[in-house]
């Protein structure tokens, strides 16, 4: 306990109660050229000043003076310290300038999920007492447009000139920037007021999480939770001391996005590629080659099934065993690495051989040969799937946190990783497993509480600190957590076996065929799953066995398909004890989004709408398991 307060202590020190605001100043001092935000909005044809065509750029010290014209032209129009300013827009410059303007109004920014429906957006503004909102375009103010009835009142900035509606409360945000500049220029002194009632206890934005169960709750966060989240972190991960190149695609709704797109490059002045497109993401790595790259499991899911695509399509079976034998002395070389592991200069020469032969050229296509630093975190991640980045010889460091925790409590990193878990506590944090394993955290990072919800903080903490985070987790020996599932997702069945859904949907997402998978069973006398095929594996699959097919949905009822998939079904149910095993399964012929409702924003399984959308499916198993009596 005396060295997790030290550390505490001493990274409390390193922030000296500063804000948001203090640590832009500094780091537009520092280093006031750097490179700080780009993206492909209004781009370029030609390089300029050595950045790159095809993208336009900040620098940070232009960052600060353009959040500073933003922050005049809020207050001009009537924004106060405290006020919520809602942003709902892609990953984008103005999205940035937008949040740290706000910040600098002394006003608290939230940004809100693309994808919400117009209701769900109605309750988040209500909610939250918005009457200001910045919107990206005409797609964005449609999902307003309960809101802009209910609240005629309220002003809405929108960033895309030629989507500007009619009426008295909208402006452009090139309005919106000019008049706070100009109000900068009148009055040097325009936002003093506002910038003295920001303080490191002030809240530095209020995240509505993405609701996979009930309405969702605004989480709020200190300006200390968001800059010792981002230090700690960083530090854990080897990333203080240079500056990073990244590419920022996830919502910035979420608090990974924000913590690594926007909290810790103000603090360390990393520079950030922004995507509006998550689509554009594996381009865009090819392009930009990151030395520091997030991605959620479905991210790295995504990569490892489109490597296995390209090896499944090669005629060549000598290529193939190239492959396999290069990733295999990568595996070793990273297990080497784990704690506990001992690398020799065997291991270490057949992967330098591997790198140079093969290794090496995989990683630069995919645009992370330069990466020092991956990660991946909002679910949990498959083992396999970390086993297969190792075969690549990168080394995915799985991390832990949520909302409430600021994002990261757990890490593992350069300094202590282990495969499968989601590595130490960060610096200064206390993590602990409670009563049937959950999880608990207590420290700096830890929300004050939900936004107008007393009543959910009351049960968010115990009497002595402790956030419950609803995680069950074990610990081992070495004292790497891991997760094994959400407490309330935990299937109980009809003979009281416990059940973790996301263990079983991992194996059968090991089958590169499989997009997605949901298991059910909770009080029913075993487990049934639905599937989903993967969009881009499937078909390449297909055709290279000669099968005919129109789209997904047909290829889905394809026999030969469906055989595969029931191959894959029964090697995972190889792997998992009998109360685990998936006795029935339907192929489903569609692909689960977070437009189609299935997936949060940042891809995780939304069960109750799957239970909801696909009940017919699943009592349809259990009536066809039960007839068939092979239980």
Request: with cysteine.
């Amino acid at each position: 306990m005396t060295d997790v307060l030290t550390e505490r202590a001493r990274i409390l020190a390193k922030l000296e109660g500063r804000s948001l605001v203090d640590a832009l100043a500094d780091t537009a001092r520092r280093w006031p050229e750097q490179p700080a935000y780009s993206d492909r909005h209004h781009v370029p044809t030609e390089p300029v000043e050595g950045r790159p065509a095809g993208w336009r750029t900040l620098a940070w010290a232009e960052t600060r003076e353009r959040a500073l014209d933003v922050a005049a032209g809020l207050v001009a129009l009537g924004v106060a310290p405290g006020d919520p300013v809602a942003i709902m827009a892609t990953n984008r410059i103005e999205h940035v300038l937008a949040d740290i303007g706000a910040v600098h109004a002394g006003a608290v920014p939230m940004s809100i999920y693309n994808t919400l429906s117009p209701e769900q957006v109605s309750y988040v503004a209500e909610h939250s007492g918005t009457t200001l909102a910045v919107l990206e375009n005409a797609d964005h103010l449609a999902r307003w447009a309960h809101v802009l009835a209910d609240r005629p009142d309220t002003i809405v900035v929108v960033i895309e000139e030629d989507d500007l509606p009619d009426g008295d409360t909208f402006l452009t945000w090139g309005e919106l920037a000019a008049a706070g500049a100009a109000h900068r220029r009148d009055d040097a002194s325009y936002l003093d007021d506002a910038l003295t009632t920001v303080t490191a206890d002030s809240t530095a934005t209020i995240l509505y999480t993405s609701g996979t169960t009930g309405n969702p709750k605004g989480v709020a966060l200190t300006h200390t939770n968001v800059l010792y989240e981002a230090y700690s972190t960083m530090e854990a991960a080897g990333l203080v001391g240079a500056q990073q190149v990244q590419v920022s695609y996830l919502p910035l709704a979420h608090i990974a996005e924000r913590v690594l797109g926007v909290y810790g490059p103000t603090l360390l002045g990393n520079h950030q590629y922004c995507i509006g497109d998550p689509a554009q993401l594996l381009a865009t790595l090819g392009e930009v080659h990151p030395t520091a790259f997030f991605g959620v499991p479905r991210v790295w899911e995504k990569i490892q099934t489109g490597i296995r695509a390209k090896l499944a399509a090669d005629p060549d079976p000598e290529n193939v065993a190239m492959v396999q034998g290069a990733m295999a002395a990568g595996l070793a070389w990273v297990q080497a690495q784990e704690t506990g592991g001992v690398m020799t200069p065997e291991i270490q020469s057949a992967y330098e051989q591997a790198d140079a032969a093969i290794l090496g050229f995989l990683k630069a296509l995919l645009g992370l040969d330069r990466a020092v630093w991956c990660a991946s975190a909002s679910a949990p991640m498959p083992l396999e799937t970390a086993k297969f980045m190792a075969g690549l010889g990168l080394k995915v460091y799985d991390v832990y946190g949520m909302t409430e925790t600021c994002g990261a409590v757990t890490v593992n990193g350069p300094g202590a990783f282990r495969l499968g878990s989601v590595g130490r506590p960060t610096p200064g944090m206390e993590v602990k497993l409670g009563d049937h394993g959950e999880v608990l955290v207590r420290g700096p990072v830890n929300t004050p509480g939900y936004h107008r919800n007393p009543e959910a903080t009351a049960t968010l903490y115990d009497a002595d600190g402790w956030v419950h985070t609803g995680d069950i987790g074990t610990l081992d020996a070495d004292g790497f957590f891991s997760i094994i599932d959400r407490k309330k997702e935990l299937i109980i069945t009809s003979h009281g076996k416990n059940v973790a859904p996301s263990n079983v949907e991992n194996l059968l997402k090991e089958s590169p065929l499989v997009g997605h998978a949901l298991v059910y069973g909770d009080s029913r006398p075993f487990l049934v799953a639905v599937l989903t095929l993967d969009g881009e594996v499937a078909p390449v699959v297909a055709e290279r066995m000669g099968l005919a097919f129109t789209d997904l949905a047909d290829l889905a009822t394809r026999p030969e398909i469906i055989t595969m998939v029931r191959a894959a079904v029964d090697a995972a149910n190889a792997r998992l004890s009998r109360p685990e095993q998936v006795k029935a399964f339907e192929l489903l012929g569609t692909e689960w989004t977070a437009e189609s409702e299935e997936l949060t924003p940042s891809l995780k399984l939304k069960r109750r709408v799957v239970h909801s959308k696909y009940a017919e499916a699943i009592d349809r198993l259990y009536v066809q398991a039960e007839a068939s009596g092979n239980l």
